[in-house]
């Protein structure tokens, strides 16, 4: 079974300032996948990054990059130059590897991130 | 192009009745998952559909029952409603070659009275 772990259920960030939302992880998969969804008010869940579990370099996507530590199961977002924009709820995520037929993501309770101006 | 399409985007039953929620993937996706996602809470898999048929399923009862069309469109049934079916249901859409993403819709927020 995949457990995915937010432990801040809220945070705040004055603008321009970077940000760094925690989750760990827990699996018994040798492959995986980590991501990281934003969900505003709205209910849409919005992609933002990817990270597999045999990539070499943490992925980066414009301000976002993900802080991965293999061996500390965890996969930590950061947000640099925070915007107003940025406030939502924020949920980390996981996958099996493709090879074992397995598709369901596994999504932690997620932190609620505001920015102030 | 239009992302994934969900309808209703809300609605009200009352305990014992029936629902049924439908998505349209993102144009060039063919496989479908829904979600359910309770107040507060992250969203949990319900099942995923792949060339019509149920390819991996959540812990979820039998009520929970699905569809995929030929078109790739989906439709989420949940029988015999509880309160505590009361969620926003999330469908998300990807394509097998793509498969690392999943594509949301802004969902269907159910309330049972």
């Known amino acids: 079974a995949q457990k995915i772990t937010q432990t801040q259920p809220g945070m705040f960030v004055q603008e321009k300032e970077a940000v760094t939302l925690d989750c760990t992880y827990d699996t018994s998969d040798p492959s995986y996948g980590l991501f990281w969804y934003k969900q505003p008010s709205s209910g849409e869940m919005i992609f933002l990054i990817y990270?597999?579990?045999?990539?070499?370099q943490n992925a980066t996507e414009g301000r976002y990059s993900l802080n991965f530590q293999k061996a500390r199961k965890s996969a930590n977002l950061v947000i640099s130059a925070s915007q107003l924009g940025d406030s939502a709820m924020y949920f980390c995520a996981m996958r099996p590897g493709l090879g074992t037929g397995r598709r369901a993501l596994t999504f932690g309770s997620g932190t609620r991130l505001q920015v102030q101006p | 192009d239009a992302g994934v399409t969900q309808s209703p985007t809300h609605l009200i039953k009352t305990r014992g009745q029936q629902v049924t929620l439908r998505c349209s993937p993102k144009?060039?996706?063919?496989?479908v998952s829904w979600y359910q996602q309770a107040l507060g809470q992250g969203p949990q898999f319900i099942f995923q559909?792949?060339?019509?048929?149920?390819?991996q399923r959540g812990n979820f009862p039998d009520r929970f029952s699905g569809h995929q069309f030929p078109n790739y469109s989906s439709e989420l049934n949940v029988n015999a409603l509880l309160l505590g079916d009361s969620a926003l249901y999330l469908c998300?859409?990807?394509?097998?070659?793509?498969?690392?993403?999943?594509?949301f819709g802004a969902g269907s927020r159910l309330t049972v009275l």
């Open positions: 144009s060039g996706h063919d496989t």
């Open positions: 559909y792949y060339e019509e048929e149920e390819r």
């Open positions: 998300a859409s990807s394509s097998t070659a793509g498969a690392n993403v999943l594509t």
């Open positions: 990270q597999g579990s045999y990539d070499q």
